[in-house]
């Protein structure tokens, strides 16, 4: 059982990797569900933390259908995370009907190798979440998919989120998030047996 702490400040990074996460979710804005964190920031957690950085490329708040100067934004931010060499980066795109848009994630996943790249929650408000991570494990460079299983929290989509872990385990990572925190971590993890979970309060700030 693996933990993804999300944060957005230093000191949040530094007790993370002092408390047992085993990876960082570095966002900005987490009262959004989190944006693009900027260059310095990123840069000066890199320098604080051991523990591996997947970096949030989301360029503004609301849905994920961007328009195609968004999606130049998205390649810069991907371009400078591969630059400085962190471990990986948050992407996800949607078309207009909220089906994955395959095309231009792989393009900015193709473009992000040989960082790892996580497919965000945007998957959750895909109208079948099945045959969206079944479009999204064709694409080679992506690694793994974040997801309470179309549901509010993690525990409310554990059946789906276990069903997923069987199904794709071969192929993606499926972090389970939504409302995991420290002291329900391993309740939900009997519920889903995956590997990886991810939240705000997943291990203690303290």
């Not at 569900?33 to 310095?40: A, M, R, V, Y």
């Not at 002291?183 to 009997?190: A, G, L, R």
Request: with cysteine; aromatic share 4%; glycine share 6%.
């Amino acid at each position: 059982m693996k933990k993804e702490s999300c944060l957005e400040t230093i000191k949040e990074a530094i007790l993370a990797e002092r408390n047992g996460a085993d990876r960082i979710e570095l966002c900005a804005d987490l009262d959004n569900d989190g944006l693009t964190p900027t260059e310095e920031l990123i840069v000066q957690v890199m320098e604080k933390v051991n523990i591996p950085i997947r970096v949030m490329i989301r360029p503004r708040p609301g849905d994920f259908i961007y328009s195609k100067e968004e999606i130049e934004q998205m390649k810069r931010s991907i371009l400078f995370c591969k630059k400085i060499k962190v471990e990986g980066v948050v992407l996800g795109i949607l078309k207009e009907n909220k089906t994955v848009d395959v095309e231009n994630t792989k393009k900015l996943a193709d473009l992000s190798f040989p960082l790892k790249v996580t497919f965000h929650k945007a998957i959750d408000v895909t109208p079948n979440i099945y045959e969206a991570i079944e479009s999204i494990s064709n694409i080679k460079t992506i690694s793994s998919v974040l997801t309470s299983g179309g549901k509010a929290t993690a525990k409310d989509g554990s059946m789906v989120l276990q069903k997923l872990v069987n199904q794709f385990d071969s192929k993606l990572d499926i972090i389970s998030a939504g409302k995991v925190n420290d002291s329900n971590i391993e309740k939900i993890h009997e519920l889903i047996g995956g590997t990886w979970y991810h939240g705000r309060k997943i291990v203690p700030f303290v």
